[in-house]
Nanobody, 124 residues
Framework: HVQLVESGGGSVQAGGSLRLSCAASGYSYSSYCMGWFRQAPGKEREGVAVIWTGGGSTHYADSVQGRFIVSRDNAKNTLYLQMNSLKPEDTAMYYC??????????????????WGQGTQVTVS
């Protein structure tokens, strides 16, 4: 069955960096679009970054553009999110998600089929 397992979250001071990872299994990882999403308490889940199958095409939310970098290693079935210059407003639970390429339209959470359990990022 499909599994997405996030890791790498933690607490960091403003201006610091974290690297999130998402290990995928149970489906054809290289043919799926992957995304990172986040949800802060009391707020809706929002898209952070999306990366298409080959890794050459990416899309970012305006709030993280220039600070976050999404990448994928199709040989390792792993998705990454390098987060730099972190701000307190980046504090949230971060989720990775997967969807077939035919459903990959961008940052909308409803487009994504499979979800991980999340990893907490706290910036103070």
């Amino acid at each position: 069955h499909v599994q997405l397992v996030e890791s790498g979250g933690g607490s960091v001071q403003a201006g610091g960096s974290l690297r999130l990872s998402c290990a995928a299994s149970g489906y054809s990882y290289s043919s799926y679009c992957m995304g990172w999403f986040r949800q802060a308490p009391g707020k809706e889940r929002e898209g952070v970054a999306v990366i298409w199958t080959g890794g050459g095409s990416t899309h970012y939310a305006d709030s993280v553009q220039g600070r976050f970098i999404v990448s994928r290693d199709n040989a390792k079935n792993t998705l990454y999110l390098q987060m730099n210059s972190l701000k307190p407003e980046d504090t949230a639970m971060y989720y990775c998600a997967a969807t077939p390429l035919t459903s990959c339209y961008g940052l909308g959470p409803s487009n994504f089929r499979y979800w991980g359990q999340g990893t907490q990022v706290t910036v103070s």
